[in-house]
Protein backbone atom coordinates (compact mmCIF):
# COMPACT_ATOMS: atom_id res chain seq x y z
CA UNK A 1 0.00 0.00 0.00
CA UNK A 2 2.84 2.60 0.74
CA UNK A 3 4.33 1.52 -2.54
CA UNK A 4 1.18 2.43 -4.14
CA UNK A 5 1.13 5.78 -2.14
CA UNK A 6 4.59 6.78 -3.32
CA UNK A 7 4.12 6.19 -6.99
CA UNK A 8 0.65 7.86 -6.63
CA UNK A 9 2.77 11.12 -5.22
CA UNK A 10 5.27 10.97 -7.78
CA UNK A 11 2.72 10.95 -10.28
CA UNK A 12 1.15 13.72 -8.40
CA UNK A 13 4.73 15.93 -8.62
CA UNK A 14 4.35 15.49 -12.95
CA UNK A 15 1.01 16.98 -12.97
CA UNK A 16 2.11 19.49 -10.59
CA UNK A 17 5.03 20.29 -12.59
CA UNK A 18 3.24 20.82 -15.65
CA UNK A 19 1.21 23.60 -13.90
CA UNK A 20 -2.10 22.75 -15.44
CA UNK A 21 -3.65 25.85 -14.89
CA UNK A 22 -1.50 27.66 -17.43
CA UNK A 23 -2.34 24.82 -19.77
CA UNK A 24 -6.34 26.36 -21.24
CA UNK A 25 -3.52 29.30 -22.47
CA UNK A 26 -1.89 26.79 -25.00
CA UNK A 27 -5.10 25.62 -26.60
CA UNK A 28 -6.14 29.58 -26.66
CA UNK A 29 -3.77 30.26 -29.81
CA UNK A 30 -4.77 26.95 -31.63
CA UNK A 31 -8.56 27.88 -31.57
CA UNK A 32 -8.10 31.31 -32.89
CA UNK A 33 -5.53 30.62 -35.95
CA UNK A 34 -8.03 27.07 -36.96
CA UNK A 35 -11.21 29.40 -36.76
CA UNK A 36 -9.09 31.83 -39.27
CA UNK A 37 -8.21 28.82 -41.78
CA UNK A 38 -11.92 27.85 -41.56
CA UNK A 39 -12.59 31.50 -42.15
CA UNK A 40 -10.50 31.11 -45.38
CA UNK A 41 -11.68 27.94 -46.18
CA UNK A 42 -8.41 26.24 -45.74
CA UNK A 43 -9.35 24.36 -42.52
CA UNK A 44 -7.45 20.80 -42.18
CA UNK A 45 -9.08 18.87 -39.17
CA UNK A 46 -5.66 16.42 -38.73
CA UNK A 47 -3.64 19.14 -38.94
CA UNK A 48 -5.47 21.32 -36.37
CA UNK A 49 -5.23 18.45 -34.06
CA UNK A 50 -1.68 18.01 -34.32
CA UNK A 51 -1.38 21.09 -33.76
CA UNK A 52 -3.24 21.39 -30.54
CA UNK A 53 -1.14 18.36 -28.90
CA UNK A 54 1.87 20.70 -30.14
CA UNK A 55 1.22 23.69 -28.44
CA UNK A 56 -0.50 21.72 -25.16
CA UNK A 57 3.67 19.91 -25.13
CA UNK A 58 4.97 22.50 -25.50
CA UNK A 59 3.33 24.76 -22.63
CA UNK A 60 4.22 21.25 -20.57
CA UNK A 61 8.13 21.57 -22.02
CA UNK A 62 8.77 24.90 -20.99
CA UNK A 63 6.79 24.48 -17.45
CA UNK A 64 9.39 21.59 -16.86
CA UNK A 65 12.28 23.89 -18.09
CA UNK A 66 11.43 26.50 -15.84
CA UNK A 67 11.07 24.29 -12.94
CA UNK A 68 14.50 22.52 -13.23
CA UNK A 69 15.78 25.68 -14.18
CA UNK A 70 15.05 27.75 -11.83
CA UNK A 71 16.30 25.54 -9.24
CA UNK A 72 19.32 25.09 -10.41
CA UNK A 73 20.06 28.85 -10.21
CA UNK A 74 18.52 29.17 -7.10
CA UNK A 75 15.43 31.12 -7.44
CA UNK A 76 13.11 28.48 -5.92
CA UNK A 77 13.57 29.38 -2.21
CA UNK A 78 11.35 28.45 0.70
CA UNK A 79 10.11 31.73 0.62
CA UNK A 80 8.42 31.19 -2.93
CA UNK A 81 4.81 31.68 -2.36
CA UNK A 82 3.90 30.55 -6.11
CA UNK A 83 2.87 26.71 -6.61
CA UNK A 84 5.54 23.95 -5.40
CA UNK A 85 8.21 23.60 -7.75
CA UNK A 86 8.87 19.91 -7.86
CA UNK A 87 12.80 19.91 -8.33
CA UNK A 88 13.40 22.64 -5.86
CA UNK A 89 11.09 20.73 -3.52
CA UNK A 90 13.15 17.05 -4.01
CA UNK A 91 9.81 15.58 -5.81
CA UNK A 92 11.64 15.16 -8.72
CA UNK A 93 15.47 15.04 -9.17
CA UNK A 94 17.17 17.34 -11.45
CA UNK A 95 18.16 14.16 -14.30
CA UNK A 96 14.61 13.05 -14.01
CA UNK A 97 13.30 16.36 -15.37
CA UNK A 98 16.26 17.02 -17.51
CA UNK A 99 14.58 13.77 -19.24
CA UNK A 100 11.06 14.52 -18.65
CA UNK A 101 11.52 17.69 -21.03
CA UNK A 102 13.65 15.69 -23.30
CA UNK A 103 10.55 13.48 -23.77
CA UNK A 104 7.88 16.21 -23.91
CA UNK A 105 9.83 18.43 -26.71
CA UNK A 106 10.17 15.06 -28.52
CA UNK A 107 6.69 14.50 -28.71
CA UNK A 108 5.98 17.82 -29.85
CA UNK A 109 9.08 17.01 -32.24
CA UNK A 110 7.40 14.14 -33.69
CA UNK A 111 4.06 15.70 -34.53
CA UNK A 112 5.94 18.57 -36.22
CA UNK A 113 7.44 15.91 -38.47
CA UNK A 114 3.77 15.11 -39.57
CA UNK A 115 3.07 18.33 -40.38
CA UNK A 116 6.78 19.02 -41.67
CA UNK A 117 5.73 15.96 -44.77
CA UNK A 118 2.31 18.59 -45.44
CA UNK A 119 4.21 21.83 -45.70
CA UNK A 120 7.63 21.97 -45.63
CA UNK A 121 11.25 22.10 -43.58
CA UNK A 122 9.65 25.89 -42.81
CA UNK A 123 7.81 24.12 -39.69
CA UNK A 124 11.00 22.43 -38.11
CA UNK A 125 12.30 26.36 -37.87
CA UNK A 126 9.05 27.20 -36.17
CA UNK A 127 9.37 24.37 -33.93
CA UNK A 128 13.57 24.51 -33.02
CA UNK A 129 12.70 28.06 -32.72
CA UNK A 130 10.22 27.80 -30.26
CA UNK A 131 11.99 25.15 -28.41
CA UNK A 132 14.89 27.01 -27.70
CA UNK A 133 12.49 30.67 -26.66
CA UNK A 134 11.22 27.72 -24.11
CA UNK A 135 14.32 26.35 -22.81
CA UNK A 136 16.16 29.84 -22.75
CA UNK A 137 13.30 31.56 -20.61
CA UNK A 138 15.36 30.42 -17.82
CA UNK A 139 18.04 28.10 -19.20
CA UNK A 140 21.45 28.55 -21.13
CA UNK A 141 23.98 31.69 -20.93
CA UNK A 142 21.45 34.47 -21.29
CA UNK A 143 18.37 33.19 -19.48
CA UNK A 144 15.86 36.08 -21.32
CA UNK A 145 13.62 35.86 -18.59
CA UNK A 146 16.02 37.36 -15.73
CA UNK A 147 16.36 39.97 -18.24
CA UNK A 148 13.31 41.45 -18.42
CA UNK A 149 12.43 39.98 -21.76
CA UNK A 150 10.20 37.62 -21.31
CA UNK A 151 7.19 39.32 -21.88
CA UNK A 152 7.81 40.03 -25.22
CA UNK A 153 8.99 36.40 -25.77
CA UNK A 154 5.86 34.78 -24.43
CA UNK A 155 4.01 37.13 -27.01
CA UNK A 156 6.22 36.29 -29.53
CA UNK A 157 6.16 32.62 -28.90
CA UNK A 158 2.54 32.06 -27.44
CA UNK A 159 0.71 34.56 -29.40
CA UNK A 160 2.10 34.85 -33.08
CA UNK A 161 4.23 32.48 -33.65
CA UNK A 162 1.65 29.57 -32.09
CA UNK A 163 -1.45 31.64 -34.40
CA UNK A 164 0.54 31.99 -37.47
CA UNK A 165 2.29 28.69 -37.07
CA UNK A 166 -0.80 26.93 -36.87
CA UNK A 167 -2.62 28.69 -39.56
CA UNK A 168 0.13 27.83 -41.90
CA UNK A 169 0.02 23.90 -40.87
CA UNK A 170 -3.80 24.50 -42.82
CA UNK A 171 -3.04 27.09 -45.12
CA UNK A 172 0.87 26.46 -45.91
CA UNK A 173 1.04 30.11 -46.22
CA UNK A 174 0.39 33.24 -43.58
CA UNK A 175 -1.85 36.09 -44.43
CA UNK A 176 -2.37 39.51 -42.90
CA UNK A 177 -5.64 38.80 -41.06
CA UNK A 178 -3.90 35.38 -38.98
CA UNK A 179 -1.15 37.90 -37.36
CA UNK A 180 -3.66 40.43 -36.49
CA UNK A 181 -5.91 37.92 -35.01
CA UNK A 182 -2.66 36.46 -33.00
CA UNK A 183 -2.38 40.04 -31.30
CA UNK A 184 -5.06 40.04 -28.92
CA UNK A 185 -4.72 35.75 -27.78
CA UNK A 186 -0.81 36.91 -27.32
CA UNK A 187 -1.53 39.61 -25.27
CA UNK A 188 -3.98 37.88 -22.51
CA UNK A 189 -1.16 35.20 -22.37
CA UNK A 190 1.07 37.79 -21.63
CA UNK A 191 -1.18 38.72 -18.38
CA UNK A 192 -0.77 35.09 -17.12
CA UNK A 193 3.41 36.27 -16.79
CA UNK A 194 2.39 39.66 -15.34
CA UNK A 195 0.64 38.13 -12.86
CA UNK A 196 2.91 35.36 -12.00
CA UNK A 197 6.33 37.82 -12.08
CA UNK A 198 3.71 40.44 -9.47
CA UNK A 199 2.97 37.92 -7.34
CA UNK A 200 7.08 36.93 -7.13
CA UNK A 201 8.35 40.38 -7.50
CA UNK A 202 10.30 39.81 -3.82
CA UNK A 203 11.78 36.40 -4.03
CA UNK A 204 12.89 37.50 -7.69
CA UNK A 205 14.32 40.43 -6.42
CA UNK A 206 16.40 38.34 -4.03
CA UNK A 207 17.53 36.09 -6.65
CA UNK A 208 18.31 38.59 -9.28
CA UNK A 209 15.83 37.63 -11.73
CA UNK A 210 15.26 41.10 -13.44
CA UNK A 211 11.63 40.64 -14.40
CA UNK A 212 9.58 44.03 -15.55
CA UNK A 213 7.94 43.51 -12.42
CA UNK A 214 11.19 44.08 -10.27
CA UNK A 215 12.39 46.97 -12.21
CA UNK A 216 9.24 49.18 -12.33
CA UNK A 217 7.16 47.50 -9.89
CA UNK A 218 3.41 46.30 -9.04
CA UNK A 219 1.62 49.84 -10.47
CA UNK A 220 3.32 49.48 -13.51
CA UNK A 221 2.44 45.64 -13.59
CA UNK A 222 -1.38 46.72 -13.51
CA UNK A 223 -0.80 49.30 -16.12
CA UNK A 224 0.57 46.06 -18.34
CA UNK A 225 -2.33 44.03 -17.67
CA UNK A 226 -5.40 46.85 -17.92
CA UNK A 227 -3.02 47.73 -21.37
CA UNK A 228 -3.10 44.26 -22.45
CA UNK A 229 -6.98 43.83 -21.66
CA UNK A 230 -7.69 47.14 -23.68
CA UNK A 231 -5.93 45.97 -26.87
CA UNK A 232 -7.20 43.01 -27.01
CA UNK A 233 -10.82 44.38 -26.97
CA UNK A 234 -10.25 46.98 -29.83
CA UNK A 235 -8.45 44.52 -31.96
CA UNK A 236 -11.84 42.51 -33.25
CA UNK A 237 -13.04 46.03 -33.82
CA UNK A 238 -10.26 47.31 -35.73
CA UNK A 239 -10.56 43.78 -37.53
CA UNK A 240 -14.02 44.41 -38.82
CA UNK A 241 -13.63 47.74 -39.58
CA UNK A 242 -11.10 46.99 -41.72
CA UNK A 243 -13.46 44.67 -43.58
CA UNK A 244 -11.41 41.29 -42.79
CA UNK A 245 -14.21 39.91 -41.03
CA UNK A 246 -17.65 40.05 -40.52
CA UNK A 247 -18.90 41.77 -36.91
CA UNK A 248 -19.56 38.70 -35.42
CA UNK A 249 -15.87 39.45 -33.90
CA UNK A 250 -17.48 41.31 -31.47
CA UNK A 251 -18.88 37.90 -29.65
CA UNK A 252 -14.93 38.20 -27.99
CA UNK A 253 -16.72 41.33 -25.62
CA UNK A 254 -18.83 38.59 -24.00
CA UNK A 255 -15.83 37.78 -21.92
CA UNK A 256 -15.28 41.57 -21.06
CA UNK A 257 -17.08 41.31 -17.81
CA UNK A 258 -14.36 38.43 -17.00
CA UNK A 259 -11.73 40.88 -17.94
CA UNK A 260 -12.91 43.76 -15.61
CA UNK A 261 -13.30 41.38 -12.26
CA UNK A 262 -9.90 40.21 -12.66
CA UNK A 263 -8.46 43.43 -13.37
CA UNK A 264 -10.06 44.29 -9.50
CA UNK A 265 -9.10 41.03 -8.24
CA UNK A 266 -5.35 41.67 -9.40
CA UNK A 267 -5.47 45.48 -8.32
CA UNK A 268 -6.66 44.36 -5.19
CA UNK A 269 -5.10 41.24 -4.18
CA UNK A 270 -1.22 40.62 -3.20
CA UNK A 271 0.81 37.17 -2.42
CA UNK A 272 -0.28 33.55 -2.72
CA UNK A 273 -3.49 34.58 -3.76
CA UNK A 274 -2.16 35.99 -6.82
CA UNK A 275 -2.34 32.71 -7.60
CA UNK A 276 -6.09 32.13 -8.25
CA UNK A 277 -5.65 35.36 -10.13
CA UNK A 278 -3.44 33.58 -12.17
CA UNK A 279 -5.58 30.76 -13.29
CA UNK A 280 -8.77 32.76 -13.97
CA UNK A 281 -6.30 34.90 -16.67
CA UNK A 282 -5.32 31.65 -18.53
CA UNK A 283 -9.09 30.59 -17.60
CA UNK A 284 -10.12 34.62 -19.88
CA UNK A 285 -7.43 33.90 -22.03
CA UNK A 286 -9.18 30.77 -23.45
CA UNK A 287 -12.87 31.92 -22.86
CA UNK A 288 -11.85 35.37 -25.40
CA UNK A 289 -10.51 33.04 -28.00
CA UNK A 290 -13.22 30.37 -28.50
CA UNK A 291 -15.65 33.31 -28.67
CA UNK A 292 -13.05 35.50 -30.88
CA UNK A 293 -12.63 32.36 -33.07
CA UNK A 294 -16.39 31.60 -33.16
CA UNK A 295 -17.03 35.06 -33.95
CA UNK A 296 -14.26 34.72 -36.90
CA UNK A 297 -15.15 30.93 -38.59
CA UNK A 298 -18.91 31.52 -38.21
CA UNK A 299 -20.26 35.02 -40.20
CA UNK A 300 -24.05 36.11 -38.93
Known sequence: ???????????????????????????APVFVAVAAAWHDGVFHLPSALACLFISLLMQIGANFANDLFDHERGTDTPARIGPTRVTASGLVQPREMRIGIAVVFSLAGSLGLYL?????????????LIIIAALAYTGGPFPYGYYALGDLFVFLSFGVAAVCGTYYSQAGSINSFALLASIPVGLLIVN?????????????????????????????????????????FIVPIVLWYLGLTSKGVMLSWVSLPQAILLFREFSRTTGRELNKTLAGTAQLALFYSILFSIGIAFKP
Request: hydrophobic share 50%; aromatic share 10%.
Open 1 to 27: MQKNNEQTTYFNAWILASRPRTLPAAA
Open 192 to 232: ILVVNNTRDIITDREAKKRTLAVFFGRNAMLIEYLLCEAIA
Open 116 to 128: TWLHGWQIIVLGL
